[in-house]
Nanobody, 114 residues
Framework: QVQLVESGGGLVQPGGSLRLSCAASGNIFSINDMGWYRQAPGKERELVATITKGGSTRYVDSVKGRFTISRDNAQNTVYLQMNSLKPEDTAVYLC????????WGKGVLVTVSS
């Protein structure tokens, strides 16, 4: 079992920045890929970014150049630095970890609005 707890969400103006954190606990040695997904009201959940245990990253096109995913394996934490935020980035952001199964955090709300 893996437990994931996100933090760092909130309200930010367009053009602003936020940093999300996701701390993993439990059977952390079995974790391979980690990532961030988001779900906006009335929309399906979509992949935002993933990072392998070795540090290879992948991003959805809409966030490339604005978001950066990173991972601290020693602290069992994955981060999402979000810059140049847009109103369309408003969503609940969920942390994901794959450790023989998919595990999810409860999510944090990010609201981009003036």
């Amino acid at each position: 079992q893996v437990q994931l707890v996100e933090s760092g969400g909130g309200l930010v103006q367009p053009g602003g920045s936020l940093r999300l954190s996701c701390a993993a606990s439990g059977n952390i040695f079995s974790i391979n890929d980690m990532g961030w997904y988001r779900q906006a009201p009335g929309k399906e959940r979509e992949l935002v970014a993933t990072i392998t245990k070795g540090g290879s990253t992948r991003y959805v096109d809409s966030v490339k150049g604005r978001f950066t995913i990173s991972r601290d394996n020693a602290q069992n934490t994955v981060y999402l630095q979000m810059n140049s935020l847009k109103p369309e980035d408003t969503a609940v952001y969920l942390c994901n970890a794959f450790a023989r199964a998919n595990y999810w955090g409860k999510g944090v709300l990010v609201t981009v609005s003036s």
